[in-house]
Nanobody, 119 residues
Framework: QVQLQESGPGLVKPSQTLSLTCTVSGGSITTNYYYWSWIRQPPGKGLEWIGYIAYSGSTYYSPSLKSRTSISRDTSKNQFTLQLSSVTPEDTAVYYC???????????WGQGTQVTVSS
């Protein structure tokens, strides 16, 4: 069973770059046809999909965040990383990594990590 674990700083200053890493165990991020996503949930709001990196290494981002988002991977460590630049307090959220989407669903999730943007 695949497991995901987010890691990274819990506090980021405005205008800086948020960087989070997802470590995957129990399965390879290069396994054919799997996608690996970042999703966030601001306080009091619903889930927002940020983007994914595919098994092939290709990426796709939410249009609303595309200009500030980069997702990359380290296959030797079985990790993928989110970078979100020029953050503001509106980027404060619980950030999740997940496997998917597969047929519109996200099958496995990390536990989530709180990131607060504040000076």
């Amino acid at each position: 069973q695949v497991q995901l674990q987010e890691s990274g700083p819990g506090l980021v200053k405005p205008s800086q770059t948020l960087s989070l890493t997802c470590t995957v165990s129990g399965g390879s991020i290069t396994t054919n046809y799997y996608y690996w996503s970042w999703i966030r949930q601001p306080p009091g709001k619903g889930l927002e999909w940020i983007g994914y990196i595919a098994y092939s290494g290709s990426t796709y981002y939410s249009p609303s965040l595309k200009s500030r988002t980069s997702i990359s991977r380290d296959t030797s460590k079985n990790q993928f990383t989110l970078q979100l630049s020029s953050v503001t307090p509106e980027d404060t959220a619980v950030y999740y990594c997940a496997r998917g989407p597969q047929a519109g669903n996200f099958g496995s999730w990390g536990q989530g990590t709180q990131v607060t943007v504040s000076s």
